[in-house]
């Protein structure tokens, strides 16, 4: 079955640090890839989104890119604020497009 | 601004009672789902539903039934809660296909004593 690998963490980095957070995947066919993000004590919200390789998924200053060969879409952002403190789900649909596969999810703490 | 409602943000309920958690979604989708979220284990689903009164089982649904009487409302029943059954829930919906993502609600913390 489809199947999303990330670290749990914490990652933590101090303020203005470079920011990588590693998502591969296994699926049947050509599934689209997310990266969703929970804030303390709410929900899950869409934070950027690829449905096809080599497609570039941006948002907020973040950025991951879907990259088929390796199946991996690995996010990044160049300088974390202490407001990006979250965690973060990488997620992937496949097939009739209806269910979302979620990763164990990242938790990120920066450090001012 | 499109939303999903969770009819509770914390749940302290007795073991063995039945427990209903109510989910209301705004956008007039097809698709709805619920969650839990457990440390460790990130999110499991228990079951999701394409339309008024159609549901399909998810990865975990011993111990939980759903409701879907209307297009914008989905109920998760714990038929008779157990300790085990405490944790986080979230409901989201969708428009299919669902390479579009998923929007979710804040979610319930149930706790079962």
């Known amino acids: 079955g489809d199947s999303v690998t990330q670290m749990e963490g914490p990652v933590t980095l101090s303020e203005e640090a470079f920011l990588t957070i590693n998502c591969t995947y296994t699926?049947?066919?050509?599934?689209?890839l997310f990266w969703y993000v929970q804030y303390p004590g709410e929900g899950l919200q869409l934070l950027l989104k690829a449905t096809k390789a080599d497609d570039k998924g941006s948002n907020k200053g973040f950025e991951a890119t879907y990259r088929k060969e390796t199946t991996s879409f690995h996010l990044e952002k160049g300088s974390v604020q202490v407001s990006d403190s979250a965690v973060y789900f990488c997620a992937l649909t496949s097939g009739g497009y209806q269910k979302v596969t979620f990763g164990i999810g990242t938790k990120l703490q920066v450090i001012p | 601004d499109v939303k999903v409602t969770q009819s509770s943000r914390y749940l302290v309920k007795r073991t063995g009672e039945k427990v209903f958690l109510e989910c209301v979604q705004d956008?007039?989708?097809?698709?709805m789902f619920w969650y839990r979220q457990d440390p460790g284990l990130g999110l499991r689903l228990i079951y999701f539903s394409y339309d008024v009164k159609m549901k399909e089982k998810g990865d975990i649904p011993e111990g939980y039934s759903v409701s879907r009487e209307k297009k914008e409302r989905f109920s998760l029943i714990l038929e008779s809660a157990s300790t085990n059954q405490t944790s986080m829930y979230l409901c989201?919906?969708?428009?299919?296909?669902?390479?579009?993502?998923?929007?979710f609600g804040s979610g319930t913390r149930l706790t079962v004593v």
């Open positions: 699926a049947t066919g050509y599934p689209s």
């Open positions: 956008m007039d989708h097809e698709n």
């Open positions: 989201a919906s969708s428009i299919p296909p669902g390479g579009l993502g998923y929007t």
